[in-house]
């Protein structure tokens, strides 16, 4: 890489920031600081200007509850850009955040952004020209399982197999490592929000009561689980009636979340089954002896790493502070940007080249 005095100066004086851009949070991790921004990724924007009024926490709290002037949407759908200028201020705003908490002098950061492996040219070319927009002076992308997996710390550069499994809002990777290249990866858009949609379904379709999604994610969170519990939980649903139209409640066991969870559970075992179907025999003996390491949001439900392990016969484990894992390892990128700049994703010439 060529040296420039510019950015040498620039980078004396301003920030270097990671972020898993993610269709249900975005974190934001600051070289020397840690994760200094974790928020939902929705935005409240004004209906006809199309004018943001407020993002993240904020407007995650608007959902649901906002007059016929204001919406609250998610930016990002699948793990991907479907609203470029909102995303963009969604950005700047995260970006200008992480400065303000940092007291640096000059606001122009250089970025590393994690997106999903199955990505196209387009939707990467979005991703970067959005981090552009929003304010940083040099962007970089970096997929998402590699992301997880420096953020948990695998063994990525050794000569044995590793393997992650990401698991986030809009989409589930699963990538595995030896001697710093992919040998194998999948990308599949069923995740989190699916298992969402899941329960607003089954609500709906067995107490005829229409929950939001806030509700839904509460359920899954307090008693959703993938894997038979030793002490199974109830919590309550709260709606509307789809008989009366009035406000009702019922009570449901972690049983029957259980239940209404199975198909997305059971599409993210086949995808690991899959792709250890095809991974080599050494690596699957490296595998045998690491285990397979889940980040992500998604990867807290109860019993996940237990059902995985007893279906594919290998060792699951959740890495420390799974859903920060993605933007600590954008960040880390940084840290040591000559010996891992091997990691990011290369749009044409000229727009992820470090100078």
Request: charged letters at 25%.
């Given at each position: 890489?060529?040296?420039?005095?510019?950015?040498?100066?620039?980078?004396?004086?301003?920030?270097?920031?990671?972020?898993?851009?993610?269709?249900?949070?975005?974190?934001?991790?600051?070289?020397?600081?840690?994760?200094?921004?974790?928020?939902?990724?929705?935005?409240?924007?004004?209906k006809?200007?199309?004018?943001?009024?407020?993002?993240?926490?904020?407007?995650?709290e608007?959902?649901?509850?906002?007059?016929?002037?204001?919406?609250?949407?998610?930016?990002?759908?699948?793990?991907?850009?479907?609203?470029?200028?909102?995303?963009?201020?969604?950005?700047?705003?995260?970006?200008?955040?992480?400065?303000?908490?940092?007291?640096?002098p000059?606001?122009?950061?250089?970025?590393?952004?994690?997106?999903?492996?199955?990505v196209?040219?387009?939707?990467k070319?979005?991703?970067?020209?959005?981090?552009?927009?929003?304010?940083?002076?040099?962007?970089?992308?970096?997929?998402?399982?590699?992301?997880?997996?420096?953020?948990?710390?695998?063994?990525?550069?050794?000569a044995?197999?590793?393997?992650?499994?990401?698991?986030?809002?809009?989409?589930?990777?699963?990538?595995?490592?030896?001697?710093?290249?992919?040998?194998?990866?999948?990308?599949?858009?069923?995740?989190?929000?699916?298992?969402?949609?899941?329960?607003?379904?089954?609500?709906?379709?067995?107490?005829?009561?229409?929950?939001?999604?806030?509700?839904?994610?509460?359920?899954?969170?307090?008693?959703?689980?993938?894997?038979?519990?030793?002490?199974?939980?109830?919590?309550?649903?709260?709606?509307?009636?789809?008989?009366?139209?009035?406000?009702?409640?019922?009570?449901?066991?972690?049983?029957?979340?259980?239940?209404?969870?199975?198909?997305?559970t059971?599409?993210?075992?086949?995808?690991?089954?899959?792709?250890?179907?095809?991974?080599?025999?050494?690596?699957?003996?490296?595998?045998?002896?690491?285990?397979?390491?889940?980040?992500?949001?998604?990867?807290?439900?109860?019993?996940?790493?237990?059902?995985?392990?007893?279906?594919?016969?290998?060792?699951?484990?959740?890495?420390?502070?799974?859903?920060?894992?993605?933007?600590?390892?954008?960040?880390?990128?940084?840290?040591?940007?000559?010996?891992?700049?091997?990691?990011l994703?290369?749009?044409?010439?000229?727009?992820?080249?470090?100078?």
């Open positions: 890489m060529a040296f420039s005095p510019l950015n040498w100066f620039l980078g004396l004086f301003s920030l270097d920031i990671g972020i898993d851009l993610g269709t249900a949070n975005t974190l934001v991790y600051v070289r020397g600081k840690g994760i200094v921004i974790n928020e939902p990724s929705w935005v409240a924007i004004d006809k200007t199309r004018r943001p009024l407020a993002i993240g926490s904020e407007a995650k608007l959902v649901g509850r906002t007059p016929t002037n204001i919406t609250a949407v998610r930016p990002l759908r699948d793990g991907v850009i479907s609203e470029f200028e909102i995303t963009q201020a969604m950005l700047g705003y995260f970006i200008d955040k992480a400065h303000e908490q940092s007291y640096v000059i606001p122009r950061p250089r970025v590393v952004v994690g997106i999903p492996s199955g196209t040219e387009v939707e070319r979005a991703v970067y020209d959005a981090t552009i927009a929003a304010g940083a002076r040099d962007a970089f992308l970096i997929e998402e399982p590699m992301a997880a997996a420096i953020g948990a710390g695998l063994p990525i550069g050794e044995r197999g590793s393997m992650v499994l990401d698991i986030g809002g809009g989409t589930t990777e699963i990538a595995i490592f030896s001697m710093g290249g992919v040998v194998l990866s999948r990308s599949l858009r069923v995740a989190g929000d699916e298992m969402d949609e899941d329960i607003i379904q089954y609500a709906r379709t067995k107490y005829n009561l229409a929950i939001g999604e806030r509700m839904a994610e509460r359920v899954k969170i307090d008693i959703g689980s993938a894997h038979s519990l030793s002490e199974e939980k109830s919590a309550v649903l709260r709606g509307r009636n789809l008989v009366t139209g009035l406000p009702d409640s019922v009570e449901v066991s972690s049983i029957e979340i259980r239940g209404a969870l199975a198909e997305s059971r599409t993210l075992v086949d995808l690991v089954k899959e792709a250890i179907d095809e991974t080599p025999p050494e690596i699957i003996a490296d595998l045998m002896e690491s285990g397979v390491c889940l980040a992500g949001g998604v990867s807290q439900l109860q019993g996940l790493a237990d059902r995985m392990e007893d279906e594919i016969n290998i060792e699951c484990w959740v890495s420390d502070d799974p859903l920060t894992c993605v933007a600590r390892g954008a960040g880390y990128i940084l840290d040591d940007l000559d010996n891992l700049a091997k990691f994703v290369g749009l044409e010439r000229g727009s992820t080249q470090h100078t």
